[in-house]
C-alpha cells in the first residue's frame, strides 16, 4: 500500500514530534488504510501488518482503533489552520492579497496531505461524540477565519457585497473537493493548484464593473 501512488502524500510530517516513532509509523500505515478502505472496513490487523507488527501489537501504542483515527483527523485539523495562519499571512494588510494567500495555502495543504485530508473528511463518522465535538469546534475555527478574510474585504470595499456565508463555503468546498482525485504525482503541482484555486476564489468576490467600491 506503500508504494499506491495514489496513497503517497507528506501525511508523515503531520504527526506530533512528542509520538514515538512506532506511533507515528502506526499512523502513517492507518491512515493509508483508512484511505483506501474506510475507517470501518480497515482492521487492526491491516494497520499492524504494515509496519510489521501483530495485530494486538496495535493496542500497545493506541488503546483503540478510534483513537488513531482520532489522532490523524486532530493532527489534520489543527495542522492546516496552522498553515493558514501563517504570520506572513496575516501581515498582509490588502484583502485581496490576504484572501488569495489563504485560499492558495489551504489548497496547497490539502494538495500535499490529500490522504489524511481524506480522511479528515470522509471518515469522522468513526470517530465518538466527544471526539467529533473537538473536531468540529477546529472546523468552526477555520471557517469562522476565512468568514473573516471575506467580510474584511466586504467591508472594506475591496470585494463586492456577497453573502458571505455561502461564498466562503463555496471556497472551502472547492479547495477540500481535490482530495477526491488529487495525486502527486498529476499533472499540477499543489503549487499551481494553489494559485489556481485562489484565483477562482477571488472572482467570486470581484466586484461587477461600474460597483467597485459601491
Given at each position: 500500500m506503500a508504494d499506491d501512488p495514489r496513497l503517497r502524500d507528506h501525511s508523515p510530517d503531520l504527526w506530533r514530534a512528542d509520538l514515538g516513532d512506532m506511533q507515528r509509523r502506526l499512523l502513517s500505515s492507518a491512515v493509508r488504510c483508512f484511505a483506501a478502505n474506510g475507517f470501518h472496513a480497515t482492521t487492526t490487523?491491516?494497520?499492524?501488518?504494515?509496519?510489521?507488527?501483530?495485530?494486538?501489537?496495535?493496542?500497545?501504542?493506541?488503546?483503540?482503533?478510534?483513537?488513531?483515527?482520532?489522532?490523524?483527523?486532530?493532527?489534520?485539523?489543527?495542522?492546516?489552520?496552522?498553515?493558514?495562519?501563517?504570520?506572513?499571512?496575516?501581515?498582509?494588510e490588502n484583502s485581496a492579497d490576504r484572501l488569495r494567500a489563504i485560499v492558495s495555502a489551504y489548497t496547497r495543504w490539502h494538495a500535499r496531505h490529500h490522504v489524511t485530508a481524506r480522511v479528515c473528511q470522509m471518515e469522522l463518522n468513526g470517530?465518538?461524540?466527544?471526539?467529533?465535538?473537538?473536531?468540529?469546534?477546529l472546523r468552526h475555527q477555520t471557517n469562522g477565519f476565512f468568514r473573516g478574510a471575506v467580510a474584511r474585504g466586504v467591508a472594506d470595499g475591496s470585494f463586492a457585497r456577497v453573502d458571505v456565508k455561502r461564498v466562503t463555503r463555496a471556497m472551502l468546498s472547492l479547495s477540500i473537493d481535490l482530495v477526491r482525485w488529487y495525486r502527486l504525482d498529476g499533472s499540477d503541482s499543489p503549487e499551481q493548484l494553489g494559485e489556481f484555486y485562489a484565483e477562482l476564489a477571488l472572482k467570486l468576490v470581484t466586484p461587477s464593473r461600474g460597483t467597485a467600491g459601491g
Open positions: 490487523r491491516d494497520i499492524a501488518e504494515c509496519v510489521g507488527l501483530s495485530p494486538a501489537a496495535l493496542y500497545v501504542h493506541f488503546p483503540s482503533k478510534e483513537l488513531v483515527l482520532f489522532e490523524i483527523i486532530r493532527a489534520g485539523h489543527e495542522q492546516v489552520l496552522t498553515y493558514v495562519r501563517d504570520p506572513g499571512i496575516l501581515a498582509l470517530l465518538t461524540a466527544e471526539h467529533y465535538g473537538e473536531i468540529v469546534e
